[in-house]
């Protein structure tokens, strides 16, 4: 049987086919040659670019193709003039000269690959591709006499070009809230609504929407119209939605919920989720959240009874365990070297909670030199053997026995020294209302998770050695259980430079800082606090923000600061006044720092906890939607920034007035 080569193939096809016009030939070669090429078989797709550049030779991206192919066959001799015919006929064109800079490197030519990309560059000013390619060729050849450095410069730092013109977005709901937590339920973790929560999120769509239905197990809970929030180009139309809802009449357990968006024309559009209906959560048990508001009262809408609420007043220096613990059970449900590693944490968990009384779960083998640790209150003794399969098992009746023991203790927080995974869920057992481990995101019922990682350089591995991790790990703890704050004034400061501004030295004054860099942050009552100040206390009120406070009061103790100033000019202020009240913003940490008595106008975009100063007095509100995290724009909100708006001057002020 004769054989062919694939060249031979190719050329004896075309001699035998139809008469046809050379571009009609030459386009059939190649869309085949294309095909070839996108499934990575270049020998074949160098053959038919081949054949293609027979019939047609004067099309130049024709022959940067057959050089593509010709590069990934590592023929660079071959390659190289046909890529350099091509730049001398476009030496305007941006994409050609990108290809030039992508062969040079390829074949181990950094300096004409450098002038290539510099090109490209020239042509198209912006080009991040190209910006970036620039970067990496000159960060690997290095100057005279400099070591090689390929991190010398960094292309991800790079500015980028003009932003492109928004892609198409997907039809369809994108739902950034329905069930803020997760939780463990008979059927494995789900998501889980408690009483009144928020589900938010927003519809993109190019046909008219009218209204959105919300359902659980196909009954109707909730209807509400759309209206248009932003129109995205392409025909389409954003619509965001923030419902509130109280889910407290639903039966407990595994329930489907349904959005439906309702079009003006073709079918609707539907979301569909299952989740578990929980218990209400009670504000009075969850002081810090925000976004649990408590049970609805009888007769009027949730929105009327939420915006009525009394803003939250809380003080600033925290920390987030539950209170000062007075029992801590610390597992190590494992090995003999494991618990040895771990005694430097126990240790450190004795020094920083004195009075707790610190129990250990181990295991039967470890039980009797656990028993020698001084730290130690007590011991647990927990059966946890390792099976074949490698994974540590508890019978039924056995978890059944260690929980019944665990409550007895009433721990606060329950501790998980091992960093695999196999005892996490025996956190489970001690009924501690705090539950702290390694590797939160496999892990997402855990009230705090941890997680350090040091590497060899040579394999990848881990270099840090276990008892040192495990005391990071304390460390950590003992860092969100709550500090004192750090006050750190600055004693070069002369209140003289006050003066400037028409404050004499000695003189009390409170600033408000009403600026904030997301524009939707902002509060809006600091006019009607500016006079309530003015009229109620003798102190001068001074302004600063970004432009003049409308409607502040006409009274020669206001003074109104605008625009940029000097930094000493602007710290001088903050640390000499006697009060601060600000967005969440940076002069209100400022102010903090340098021990001033501050007041923070928190937004729930983010947690009060989170950002909050480290001193003073936080204000906010209490909504479903807190911690919603909407998008730098703001149109996503929904509830026209209800979180911040209805902070009123009285409770502010009133708030003043403790710290004054």
């Known amino acids: 049987m004769r054989t062919f080569s694939l060249a031979r193939l190719v050329r004896l096809i075309r001699l035998h086919a139809p008469t046809r016009s050379r571009w009609s030939q030459a386009r059939r070669l190649v869309l085949r040659a294309n095909g070839e090429r996108d499934a990575r078989g270049y020998s074949a797709a160098r053959v038919l670019y081949e054949e293609a550049l027979q019939v047609a030779p004067d099309v130049p991206r024709l022959r940067i193709q057959y050089a593509h192919m010709l590069k990934e066959a590592g023929d660079y001799t071959a390659a190289e003039p046909l890529y350099r015919s091509v730049a001398a006929e ?64 960094l292309p991800e730092l790079l500015p980028s070009e003009a932003p492109p013109v928004p892609e198409r977005m997907r039809e369809g709901f994108f739902v950034r809230r329905l069930g803020a937590t997760q939780a463990r339920t008979r059927g494995g973790y789900r998501r889980v609504l408690r009483g009144i929560e928020a589900i938010h999120g927003f519809i993109v769509s190019t046909a008219e929407l009218t209204e959105l239905t919300l359902l659980a197990d196909g009954k109707a809970l909730h209807r509400t119209a759309l209206e248009p929030t932003l129109r995205l180009g392409d025909g ?38 299952l989740i578990d209906v929980a218990p209400a959560l009670l504000p009075a048990d969850w002081e ?7 049970p609805l009262p009888s007769g009027g809408t949730i929105e009327e009874w939420v915006n009525r609420l009394p803003s939250m007043m809380r003080m600033a220096e925290r920390g987030v365990l539950p209170r000062q613990p007075r029992a801590i059970l610390v597992q190590r449900a494992d090995q003999l070297g494991d618990l040895i590693c771990s005694v430097p944490a126990l240790q450190r968990l004795r020094e920083l909670f004195p009075a707790a009384r610190l129990v250990l779960l181990a295991t039967p083998g470890n039980a009797d030199l656990a028993r020698s640790f001084p730290m130690l209150d007590d011991v647990v003794v927990a059966d946890f053997p390792e099976g074949a399969d490698g994974r540590r098992t508890m019978s039924l009746e056995k978890q059944e026995e260690l929980r019944k023991t665990l409550a007895g203790y009433r721990f606060d927080v329950a501790i998980d020294l091992g960093e695999t995974a196999g005892s996490r869920p025996l956190l489970h057992l ?54 004192p704050p750090m006050v750190l004034r600055r004693d070069d400061l002369d209140p003289a430079i006050l003066g400037r501004f028409g404050i004499a030295a000695g003189e009390h004054y409170a600033v408000l800082h009403t600026g904030a860099r997301l524009a939707y942050s902002r509060w809006p009552g600091f006019a009607d606090l500016a006079r309530l100040l003015l009229e109620r206390t003798d102190l001068k009120v001074v302004v600063m923000g970004e432009e003049a406070l409308a409607g502040a009061a006409d009274d020669p103790r206001l003074i109104t600061l605008t625009g940029r100033m000097a930094f000493d000019e602007f710290d001088a202020l903050l640390q000499y006044c006697a009060l601060l009240v600000g967005n969440d913003s940076g002069p209100k940490h400022l102010a903090a720092l340098r021990g001033v008595p501050v007041i923070s106008l928190h937004m729930a975009r983010l947690n009060w906890s989170e950002w909050g100063q480290a001193s003073g007095l936080v ?25 911040i708006r209805h902070i009123s001057p009285e409770e502010v002020f009133d708030a003043a007035s403790r710290l004054l």
């Open 288 to 294: 810090g959240s925000d976004a649990i508001v408590g």
């Open 619 to 643: 204000m906010s509100r209490r909504v479903p939607c807190a911690g919603c995290g909407i998008s730098t724009r703001g149109e996503e909100c929904g509830k026209q920034w209800a979180c």
């Open 90 to 153: 476009l030496p305007d064109d941006p994409d050609i000269a990108i290809q030039l800079g992508h062969f040079y490197k390829v074949a181990g030519r950094p300096d004409e690959a450098e002038a290539a990309y510099r090109r490209a560059v020239e042509l198209r000013p912006g080009w991040v591709e190209a910006q970036e390619e620039l970067v990496r060729v000159r960060s690997f050849v290095p100057e005279k006499g400099e070591a090689q450095d390929v991190d010398r410069l």
């Open 430 to 483: 001690s009924g501690a209302p705090f539950l702290y481990g390694f590797k939160d995101r496999e892990f997402p019922w855990l009230s705090a998770g941890f997680e350090l990682n040091t590497h060899d350089l040579g394999n990848r591995q881990e270099a840090a050695a276990v008892p040192h991790k495990l005391l990071a790990m304390v460390e950590g703890l003992a860092a969100i259980a709550g500090q």
């Open 236 to 273: 389409q139309t954003k619509y965001v939605f923030n419902l509130w809802h109280d889910f407290s009449d639903l039966a407990q357990g595994p329930t489907q919920i349904e959005l439906r968006a309702s079009r003006s024309r073709g079918s609707d559009l539907v979301h569909r989720q």
